[in-house]
């Protein structure tokens, strides 16, 4: 299942940014690769489980079924920039089944408190909306 864009990607997992250059969460789902130490064969076992997770939430589903789902899903986290969904599902892809972010603003190089998100999900099923701030 392995092609090029991920032999690239996993090959620039210890240089994410030089990779991504405006896509801070691209930039992140390549940190957690490299975290994870997801190598080619690596990469192969967690897409097979992914896509056959998300196939059991398909009715009808076959090989072309696979295929597209698996080429789709590579495409998506192999991209330079990702959506949010995408981060979800990279995440998800990695088997994490909670993750926390944390955004610390600063005005003139003075640090406002920080905006903390935990969110978590059970089974294949993503988070059914954005993660809540957990400061006002």
Sequence with gaps: MSNEAVKALLSNTAEPAAMTR???LADNFRRLLASRHV???RWDELLDK???QELQLVEHSDQSTYDALANNLTKELTAPAMSW???LNGLRF?????ASITVTGFVNGVAIQ???SDFTWTGPQRPAEAPKDSAS
């Design 85 to 87: 969904d995408t981060y």
């Design 50 to 52: 992914f896509v056959r």
């Design 114 to 116: 920080p905006v903390v």
């Design 22 to 24: 405006g896509g801070i």
């Design 94 to 98: 990695l088997g994490l089944t909670g």
């Design 39 to 41: 190598d080619e064969q």
